[in-house]
């Protein structure tokens, strides 16, 4: 079982998604921040440094916000979300296609990778009351 980490960085009422490389496995579909928790890293600092890697942001880890184990066909990932705020720099787009803000209200709007499902279901269970 693979080990990954992700975050869950809101901004007012909208949260943050990446769109996945073209070239990687489950490719243009849309994923939460994150990465794979190296040996010898904490789950935090694996989330940090991939933030940094990915998005040249420094995060303030919080709480986890949910544990999911999905299998995909080529490997099984238990995926810890954490609550996180960007304590310093501004996204960029170092590895993603592209990055969006959106509320709960338009998930439907957008294919994301199978194991963000449950994520995304508690997204719209505990934040349906937020839309603009």
Request: aromatic share 8%.
């Amino acid at each position: 079982m693979t080990e990954v980490v992700a975050a869950l960085i809101w901004q007012g009422e909208r949260f943050m998604i990446c769109q996945r490389p073209a070239h990687k496995a489950r490719g243009l579909l849309w994923e939460f921040v994150g990465g794979k928790v190296e040996e010898g890293e904490t789950k935090e600092q694996a989330l940090i440094r991939e933030c940094r890697e990915e998005l040249a942001v420094t995060l303030s880890v919080g709480e986890v916000f949910m544990d999911v184990v999905h299998e995909y066909p080529d490997l099984t990932v238990h995926l810890t979300l954490f609550n996180a705020t960007i304590a310093n720099g501004t996204p960029q787009k170092l590895e993603h296609n592209d990055i969006k803000w959106i509320t709960p209200s338009e998930i439907g709007n957008y294919d994301f990778c199978p194991a963000d499902e449950e994520i995304l279901e508690k997204i719209l269970e505990e934040y349906r009351d937020i839309d603009i």
